[in-house]
């Protein structure tokens, strides 16, 4: 299984990027996916994430500025991302939690880097 993002960039204050994330591989199910951060000096934080049932969860930081979807018939999970603050600044991680042939597992994607300038 294999999580491919893609969508990071430099963009100025005020602006939008979308985040793009592609489980490849065999599967059963995908339980969970969503979008992680990480800032320099900061943990890594859950942004958004979508579970079973299409019950999305995002951080108060991110409400009313970000928004997760999910195509199923793609295994892509996107993150639109508009209103960019500098404090978006971050490493953007996918992360899924994926029933495969192996089991159940926790998986995790490349990071991209989201620079917000001001």
């Known amino acids: 299984v294999q999580l491919q993002a893609s969508g990071g960039g430099l963009v100025q204050a005020g602006g939008s990027l979308r985040l793009s994330c592609a489980v490849s591989g065999i599967i059963s199910s995908i339980k969970a996916i969503g979008w992680y951060r990480q800032a320099p000096g900061k943990q890594r934080e859950l942004v958004a994430r979508i579970t079973v049932g299409s019950i999305t969860n995002y951080a108060d930081s991110v409400k009313g500025r970000f928004t997760i979807s999910r195509d199923n018939a793609k295994d892509t999970v996107y993150l639109q991302m508009d209103s960019l603050t500098p404090e978006d600044t971050a490493v953007y991680y996918c992360?899924?939690?994926?029933?495969?042939?192996?089991?159940?597992?926790?998986?995790w994607g490349q990071g991209t880097q989201v620079t917000v300038s001001s």
């Open positions: 992360n899924a939690v994926i029933v495969s042939g192996s089991g159940l597992g926790n998986f």
